[in-house]
Nanobody, 120 residues
Framework: QVQLVESGGGLVQPGGSLRLSCAAS????????MAWYRQAPGKQRELVTS???????YYVDSVKGRFTISRDNAKNTLYLQMNSLKPEDTAVYYC??????????????WGQGTQVTVSS
């Protein structure tokens, strides 16, 4: 079984910073793509940013220049550095990984979600 465990969420004032982490564990052979999604109350889940194993990244326009995604392949860990946070960034943030286990095909996995609240 594969598990994604997120940490780093919390309450922060506008203009502040947070760093989210997502650690993947289990019988993992290779993690191909990792991503952060978020879902605000009353809204659909959206892709915020993603990173491929080779380092190519994608950012939704609303976070460009403020958020930075990175990964430590040796530790199977994903990070999201969030700077200059705005109230509209408030959401539950979900870690996603497309990976293969040591004996099986590649498939999609999700973390439990972590709450990020930006408010004064």
């Amino acid at each position: 079984q594969v598990q994604l465990v997120e940490s780093g969420g919390g309450l922060v004032q506008p203009g502040g910073s947070l760093r989210l982490s997502c650690a993947a564990s289990g019988s993992i052979f290779s993690i191909y793509t990792m991503a952060w999604y978020r879902q605000a109350p009353g809204k659909q889940r959206e892709l915020v940013t993603s990173i491929a194993s080779g380092g190519n990244t994608y950012y939704v326009d609303s976070v460009k220049g403020r958020f930075t995604i990175s990964r430590d392949n040796a530790k199977n860990t994903l990070y999201l550095q969030m700077n200059s946070l705005k109230p509209e960034d408030t959401a539950v943030y979900y870690c996603n990984a497309f990976l293969s286990q040591k004996a099986g095909p590649a498939s999609d996995y999700w973390g439990q979600g972590t709450q990020v609240t930006v408010s004064s």
